[in-house]
């Protein structure tokens, strides 16, 4: 099968200029909430800025490799490197400070809706993102996509979109719909991992059906999926062990703070 980029031109276009547009947009509303005398730590600017650049890297630069193995990298990049770095960024909690009241109503009433909710749900969120490759990959959608451009771009907007969705509800760090405890958010996380993992394992024997790359293509495709993902996912579950690690030390703070309970024995001095 000859190889082609999901997305001609015109579509790389696009997406230059919305990454662009996002990174200058973001960067414009913390620097106004600075100037107006507000904490943004600067870390979470570089983090959002060097998501954009991964975007825009994926969009402009064909990385050497055979064609499923560069497929593969871009895959990598738009639908799990950019997403973690975007959302460390924490950009709603920027847009919900930065904007007026009246710029804030309709972001809140997304965050608020019960599409939202069912969607950031983690079981949910998790089998949208890795549920999305296994038909991508396993069945026709893979070739097709190499045939209608609109399909291949809706391919690739799907990555995104999945991909985002699904680590800002595993690492919790923008407000969403509902909050879910640190159980649910590790499980679909490993859940996760374990199907991308299974899935990489499979394009190890066979490629995507309607296709033919060489061995060593596949092999090396197979490979950076594999152990690309799992270096993103360990980055997921540092986020959400440093989340535990810090509300677990202010719950004991707190609990010191408090003393103890009226009733109870307070220690003798020795």
């Known amino acids: 099968m000859h190889h082609q980029d999901f997305g001609g031109l015109p579509d790389r276009l696009a997406a230059l200029a919305a990454a662009v547009c996002g990174a200058a947009g973001y960067l414009l509303a913390a620097s106004r909430l600075r100037r107006r005398g507000d904490r943004w730590p600067p870390l979470r600017d570089l983090s959002f800025s060097a998501g954009a650049a991964v975007l825009v890297a994926t969009a402009l630069v064909t990385p050497p490799g055979g064609a499923f193995t560069v497929h593969m990298g871009q895959h990598l990049a738009t639908g799990m490197a950019a997403p973690l770095l975007l959302v460390l960024g924490r950009p709603v909690t920027l847009a919900l400070r930065a904007l007026p009241p009246g710029g804030r109503r309709p ?3 997304v965050l608020r809706s019960r599409p939202l909710g069912a969607l950031a749900n983690p079981p949910v969120a998790a089998l949208l993102d890795a549920g999305g490759l296994w038909l991508l990959y396993r069945g026709p959608l893979f070739a097709a996509a190499h045939e ?3 399909l291949g771009v809706l ?3 799907h990555v995104l979109a999945a991909g985002l969705l699904f680590t800002a509800v595993v690492c919790s760090l923008d407000p969403l719909p509902r909050r879910h405890g640190t159980v649910l958010r590790s499980a679909a996380l490993v859940g996760a991992g374990a199907a991308h993992a299974v ?3 499979t394009l190890y024997a066979a490629p995507p ?3 033919a790359f060489t061995a060593g293509d596949l092999s090396a495709a197979a490979e950076l999926m594999y152990y690309g993902g799992d270096l993103v996912e360990i980055a997921l579950a540092a986020v959400i062990g440093l989340q535990w690690y810090t509300a677990s030390g202010r719950r004991l703070a ?3 703070r408090q003393g103890p309970r009226s009733g109870e024995p307070r220690a003798s001095a020795p």
């Open 254 to 256: 707190r609990e010191g």
């Open 155 to 157: 391919v690739h907007v």
């Open 209 to 211: 059906p309607g296709t």
């Open 199 to 201: 899935l990489a394992r």
């Open 148 to 150: 209608r451009a609109w």
């Open 107 to 109: 972001l809140l009433a």
